[in-house]
């Protein structure tokens, strides 16, 4: 897992601004803080940043495909999980291999492949290569966008990079902000493509990007589609399949040459794959191999919890009680609710997530866990995207939410969760999500003869794993690389998806409740408890001190003049005026973002063309 960055000119020389990518990679060092390095030729300058994973000495990078004279170079951050029969697939092809790294087996199969070289990786990916005989520069994303590419036009072509920090250390990239960017933060649509920065694009999942003397190219190389359901495939058919699926998922994802973990809520999909997980490791160890698992919680979480619209339990007891079940060496992080307050760790996620947009107390907390999980593993594994996958969220099953004409999630994260902007910028952004979400149904897939229901339920599958997903994932990457910290997410498996994604809902649903099939395909690898447990988001800290302390936050943020200008004081101000213990949800996280775009615009500066 690393960090990626370059450009590419058609009209300059870059071998004469090495500078500017020795401070376009430095910029990466917390996604890579164990090495790095730049390659300087006649038009393209790359750059990268390490965190070694797999084979610790032989991945060095940029890798050339020879060091004297390279005709291709590569930069690549993520893994390539099928990364061992590539290998020996491409050496019945005639290549050779000087190191037992994944990245070279990305480096021959290019050379095998060209600009098709995506189709036959497996796993979570962005990289770089700069061909060197063909002036070609190509980038590639893998299929869910679990790992981010950004990239803007300079001048005689691109720059690139795995987050869009690298890119404004580019003297052609300015950190520009417009109407169109604030639509597309707060809109909480998430769509790929353009971002918040005007200019700054990302290379689309599942997308590949090629630049040469000829202009830009874009193509998808996957995308989900609508296949009909194997009719030999029956409800315990089906299960097999899924637990089959998800373990292959698993086990493929293990291999490390460092300290590795599991993330274990005390939910449903976490204890599934932690089982799994721990299950192959005793195979290949020995009986007496114990995976660590890791939860979060707060110092007051037992006395103070109450639920919301998102939680209904506190999750501490059951992350242990599943942790004794397995057999893991299970560690609980608990963070002091007032650390969360803290500017400086406020700060560092605003930072990593180059965005005004996340969820306040739960971003920083995550951030810290993650630092407490990096001073003893490298690698996490995550049970993300089994909701998206598996039919978990209430949007699912809640008629009010079908019905609704428009983004689900937006019925508990809308107007009344995002921060209110200023009237007077006029971003009519009620038609935008109109016109937005009329695009995104016309892009879902069907088959023929599909019931309503199921119909129904396919656009939202389609919109929680193509929108929703895509903003949880890059929550995760950016906060775990700030910490060094490399998290794996087997439920994206492109495979798991695609099945999912084409079995019926009535065996989604088939004990009509929310992940019927998970829940199946888990039997005998989580307790009881767990299995049966509703869905429960990301812990909160529900101190009244923690929302007194933000209120404060949020009146400083409002002395600031940029962001009285961004932002609606009318709709701000009662927020701060409740006593903190009866401050709701969706207004307290309005809080966080004011918070957050004061931290944001002190940090980035951006220039706002409004």
Request: glycine letters at 8%; charged letters at 25%; a negative charge.
């Amino acid at each position: 897992m690393c960090g990626i960055t370059g450009w590419v000119s058609f009209r300059h020389d870059p071998r004469t601004q090495a500078p500017v990518i020795d401070a376009m990679t430095s910029t990466l060092t917390p996604r890579g803080p164990d090495a790095g390095g730049v390659w300087l030729g006649e038009h393209a300058a790359i750059g990268h940043r390490r965190l070694a994973v797999i084979d610790l000495p032989g991945g060095v990078q940029p890798m050339p495909d020879q060091p004297d004279d390279p005709a291709v170079v590569l930069s690549y951050s993520g893994e390539v999980y099928n990364h061992h029969e590539l290998r020996a697939r491409l050496r019945n092809l005639g290549h050779a291999f000087g190191t037992r790294s994944d990245t070279e087996v990305v480096l021959r199969a290019y050379q095998q492949w060209g600009e098709d070289v995506a189709e036959h990786l497996d796993g979570m990916f962005a990289f770089a290569v700069w061909d060197v005989r063909a002036r070609r520069l190509l980038l590639v994303r893998d299929r869910l966008g679990v790992k981010p590419l950004f990239w803007a036009a300079v001048d005689g072509g691109l720059a690139f990079a795995s987050e869009p920090k690298a890119l404004f250390a580019h003297p052609g990239i300015r950190p520009r902000v417009d109407a169109d960017g604030l639509r597309e933060a707060y809109s909480l649509l998430f769509n790929t493509g353009p971002t918040v920065w005007s200019g700054v694009r990302e290379v689309e999942p599942g997308g590949t990007l090629v630049l040469d003397r000829d202009g830009v190219r874009e193509r998808r190389y996957w995308q989900l589609a609508a296949r009909p359901h194997p009719r030999e495939d029956d409800r315990d058919t089906t299960v097999d399949r899924v637990r089959h699926l998800v373990a292959a998922a698993a086990h493929s994802q293990l291999e490390a040459d460092v300290p590795l973990c599991s993330l274990l809520s005390g939910g449903i999909d976490s204890t599934v794959l932690t089982a799994l997980l721990a299950g192959e490791l005793r195979r290949r160890e020995g009986p007496g191999e114990r995976i660590r698992s890791y939860a979060v919680d707060y110092s007051d979480q037992a006395e103070q919890f109450t639920g919301d619209v998102l939680r209904t339990g506190h999750d501490t007891p059951y992350a242990t009680e599943a942790g004794a079940y397995i057999g893991t060496d299970h560690s609980t992080v608990v963070l002091d609710p007032l650390a969360l307050l803290d500017l400086e760790h406020r700060r560092a996620v605003v930072v990593a997530r180059d965005s005004p947009i996340g969820v306040g107390d739960m971003d920083t907390s995550l951030y810290l866990l993650f630092g407490e999980i990096r001073r003893h593993s490298t690698v996490a594994l995550s049970g993300e995207a089994a909701d998206e996958v598996f039919g978990g969220y209430p949007w699912f099953h809640n008629p009010k939410a079908l019905a609704a004409p428009t983004f689900p999630w937006l019925l508990v994260t809308g107007d009344e969760a995002a921060m209110p902007l200023n009237p007077e910028l006029d971003l009519r952004i009620g038609e935008f999500r109109e016109d937005t979400y009329r695009d995104a149904l016309a892009a879902v897939p069907h088959t023929d003869g599909e019931t309503a229901t199921e119909h129904r339920q396919r656009e939202m599958q389609h919109l929680s794993l193509t929108r929703w997903l895509r903003q949880l994932l890059h929550r995760k990457d950016r906060l775990s690389m700030a910490q060094g910290l490399e998290v794996r997410v087997p439920y994206c498996d492109h495979r798991l998806v695609e099945y999912a994604f084409s079995t019926p809902w009535s065996l989604k649903s088939f004990d009509g409740r929310e992940k019927s099939l998970l829940r199946a395909a888990g039997a005998g690898l989580a307790p009881d408890s767990v299995l049966h447990r509703p869905k429960n988001h990301y812990p909160a800290t529900h101190h009244p001190d923690y929302k007194r302390g933000l209120q404060d936050l949020a009146r400083d943020a409002l002395a600031t003049e940029q962001v009285r200008a961004l932002a609606d004081e009318t709709l701000i101000k009662p927020c701060l005026d409740t006593p903190p213990e009866r401050l709701q949800w969706g207004h307290r996280l309005r809080l966080e973002r004011v918070v957050d775009l004061a931290l944001w615009l002190d940090h980035h500066r951006p220039e706002l063309v409004l």
